[in-house]
């Protein structure tokens, strides 16, 4: 699957298509000696104001945005943070190809749930990427990017390495499950919050190269994952794989921050070491608004069979067709389509205004579950080959709008979070998804009637998510009454004030007058 939370942006900063968490501090940052980009006190670099706030935010009016040096070392911060793309997603992607050599290394013919328990590997991984979301978005804001991605890298590596050398699956559960996926998360979410303090009228163009990464890993690796698996075995594969961790720790030492984190600023002054209060580190408001409230509901409800195909697909492939069709073909078509979904779905939500943008993530899972249903179906390579070009076409098209929504329900400000909180809810049926599918393959011996079923939930989350336009549309008219009210008020107070004013000085020039 391809990251969400790479694409945190507000809408009009460059090509939605793959946008990060805003990044640009709230204050205007000044030169100083000839070109050193320095930042002045002010709002926390994962926390921005937008010129105006977006309808839903709260409040009227907004504040001046920071204007980033628009390249410079942004660009070697770019390509670190497309690495991380790459190695984070990836290998995540690429679970299939792992999953069925899992099978082959541990199973047995008396073990009758095996395909439940080895599920649990791929599916805790990528649901604790998501899960840790909230909880990497206060540390980056607390600690930084630089320190949060670079020891999340080192945890990673740990992770995927002590995976290299367990005899049995349940280790799995926590050094693949736990460790690697925990350290991937740190890792992955400064590379995103820190391409905002670079670039701001290019944020599209750079978050176009960055999320390039991923689906460039996702088309290549699972051949390369599939060559070396047959030549030097599943243990030797992983620490080749750990190259690529040791590379990302390198990375995040590129991630140079312009602006201060929230310990820093609260600290003041050197030596003087001080946590902002609890309310600056968790901002639960944004699940008051109603509009956020359906959507970070309605999403995770879509999820529960989204990521069964791409743990479960190969096994499928291999029982139906056997070794006579190249099974990873399949996400190669996944991932290729996926970019060119982000790139012509990103562009068509330009010309989308509001919350109605949401209506192309109902088309989305609308397409995701029709094309699960579909797999059992086909009894030719090619129309599996087909079914995955659609799926990975709307995949992108989900994935490439959801920092413009998240910017229209909330506004800039509480976009980082609001995301952070998505992506927390969306770990849960993520997680659950491939092993209720696999314990339906031990149960039946087919694959049917799970992607039958992982088809459901998408169409039942895409019905719940058309009612936020209209939602939303009713909360932004209320507040605009709110402010219309305000002004008005303020306004007969002033008036009124001004005319008791006026009767007062009016008999005391007379008296004035008299004399």
Same mark, same amino acid.
């Given at each position: 699957m391809?990251?969400?939370s790479?694409?945190?942006?507000p809408?009009?900063?460059?090509d939605?298509?793959?946008?990060p968490?805003?990044?640009?501090?709230?204050?205007?940052?000044?030169?100083?000696?000839g070109g050193?980009?320095l930042p002045?006190?002010?709002?926390?670099?994962?926390?921005p104001?937008?010129?105006?706030?977006?309808?839903?935010?709260?409040?009227?009016?907004?504040s001046a945005a920071?204007?980033p040096?628009?390249?410079?070392?942004g660009w070697?911060?770019?390509?670190?943070?497309m690495?991380?793309n790459?190695?984070?997603f990836g290998?995540?992607?690429?679970?299939g190809v792992?999953?069925?050599?899992?099978l082959?290394?541990?199973?047995?013919?008396?073990?009758?749930?095996?395909?439940?328990?080895?599920?649990?590997?791929?599916?805790?991984s990528m649901g604790?990427?998501f899960?840790?979301?909230p909880?990497?978005s206060?540390?980056?804001?607390l600690?930084g990017?630089?320190k949060v991605?670079?020891?999340?890298a080192?945890v990673?590596?740990?992770g995927l390495?002590?995976?290299?050398?367990?005899s049995?699956i349940?280790?799995?559960?926590?050094?693949?499950?736990?460790?690697?996926a925990?350290?991937?998360?740190?890792?992955?979410?400064p590379?995103?919050?820190?391409?905002?303090? $670079?670039?701001?009228?290019?944020?599209g163009?750079?978050?176009?190269?960055?999320t390039?990464?991923?689906?460039?890993f996702?088309?290549?690796?699972?051949?390369l994952l599939?060559?070396?698996?047959?030549?030097?075995?599943?243990?030797n594969t992983?620490?080749?794989?750990?190259?690529?961790?040791?590379?990302?720790?390198l990375?995040?030492?590129?991630?140079k921050?312009?602006?201060?984190?929230a310990?820093?600023?609260e600290?003041?002054?050197?030596?003087?070491?001080?946590?902002?209060?609890?309310?600056?580190?968790c901002?639960?408001s944004?699940?008051?608004?109603?509009? $956020?409230?359906?959507?970070a509901?309605g999403i995770p409800a879509?999820?529960f069979?989204y990521?069964v195909?791409?743990?479960?697909?190969?096994?499928?492939?291999?029982?139906?067709?056997?070794?006579s069709?190249?099974e990873?073909v399949?996400?190669?078509c996944?991932?290729?389509t996926?970019?060119?979904?982000r790139?012509?779905?990103g562009?068509?939500?330009?010309?989308?205004?509001?919350?109605?943008?949401? $209506?192309l993530?109902?088309?989305?899972?609308?397409?995701?579950g029709?094309?699960?249903m579909?797999i059992?179906?086909?009894h030719?390579?090619?129309?599996?080959?087909a079914?995955?070009l659609?799926?990975?076409l709307?995949d992108?098209?989900f994935?490439?709008i959801m920092a413009p929504?998240?910017?229209e329900l909330?506004?800039a400000q509480d976009?980082?979070?609001?995301?952070g909180?998505?992506?927390g809810?969306?770990s849960i049926?993520m997680?659950?998804?491939?092993?209720?599918?696999?314990?339906?393959?031990d149960?039946?011996?087919?694959?049917d009637?799970?992607f039958y079923?992982?088809g459901v939930?998408p169409i039942?989350?895409g019905?719940i998510?058309?009612?936020?336009?209209?939602?939303?549309?009713?909360?932004?008219?209320k507040?605009r009454?709110?402010?219309?009210?305000?002004?008005t008020?303020?306004k007969?107070?002033?008036n009124e004030?001004?005319?008791?004013?006026?009767?007062?000085?009016?008999?005391?020039?007379e008296?004035e007058?008299?004399?």
């Open positions: 391809a990251p969400v790479e694409q945190l942006a809408q009009g900063a460059g939605p298509a793959a946008a968490l805003p990044g640009p501090a709230a204050a205007e940052p000044r030169r100083e000696n050193e980009w002045v006190s002010g709002e926390s670099g994962a926390q104001r937008a010129a105006a706030e977006a309808p839903g935010s709260a409040g009227c009016p907004g920071a204007e040096p628009e390249g410079g070392w070697v911060v770019m390509l670190a943070a690495w991380c790459g190695a984070v290998i995540q992607n690429s679970c792992l999953f069925v050599s899992m082959q290394l541990f199973g047995g013919g008396e073990d009758k749930q095996l395909a439940f328990k080895t599920a649990w590997v791929s599916s805790l604790m990427v899960f840790c979301s909880i990497v206060i540390f980056t804001d600690f990017c630089r991605a670079v020891i999340g080192a990673g590596f740990a390495l002590s995976s290299s050398f367990v049995t349940e280790p799995l559960y926590f050094t693949y499950g736990i460790l690697f925990c350290g991937c998360s740190f890792a992955y979410q590379s995103l919050v820190i391409l905002g303090h $670079y670039f701001k009228k290019r944020l163009l750079v978050n176009g190269i960055v390039a990464g991923s689906s460039l996702t088309v290549s690796l699972p051949f599939r060559v070396l698996i047959d030549s030097v075995g599943l243990y992983l620490r080749v794989l750990c190259i690529l961790m040791f590379i990302l720790f990375a995040g030492f590129t991630y921050p312009l602006v201060p984190n310990k820093d600023k600290g003041g002054k050197k030596g003087k070491f001080r946590f902002p209060p609890e309310k600056k580190i901002n639960f944004v699940f008051k608004v109603v509009s $956020y409230r359906i959507w509901f879509a999820l069979g990521f195909p791409y743990v479960h697909l190969m096994k499928h492939v291999k029982d139906r067709f056997g070794d069709v190249p990873e399949l996400l190669l996944l991932g290729i996926s970019g060119v979904g790139l012509i779905f562009r068509v939500a330009d010309y989308i205004p509001g919350a109605r943008k949401v $209506y993530q109902v088309a989305s899972f609308f397409f995701i029709l094309m699960s579909m059992p179906l086909c030719i390579f090619g129309g599996l080959i079914v995955c659609f799926m990975g709307f992108g098209c994935i490439c929504i998240a910017f909330v506004g976009v980082s979070q609001a995301i909180f998505l992506l809810l969306m049926p997680t659950a998804g491939p092993p209720i599918a696999g314990l339906l393959y149960h039946l011996g087919t694959y009637v799970a079923l992982a939930p039942i989350g019905a998510l058309c009612f936020i336009p209209w939602v939303h549309e009713r909360q932004n008219l507040e009454t709110k402010c219309v009210d305000g002004e008020t303020e007969m107070l002033e004030s001004t005319l008791v004013s006026d009767t007062t000085e009016k008999p005391v020039k008296m007058s008299g004399f």
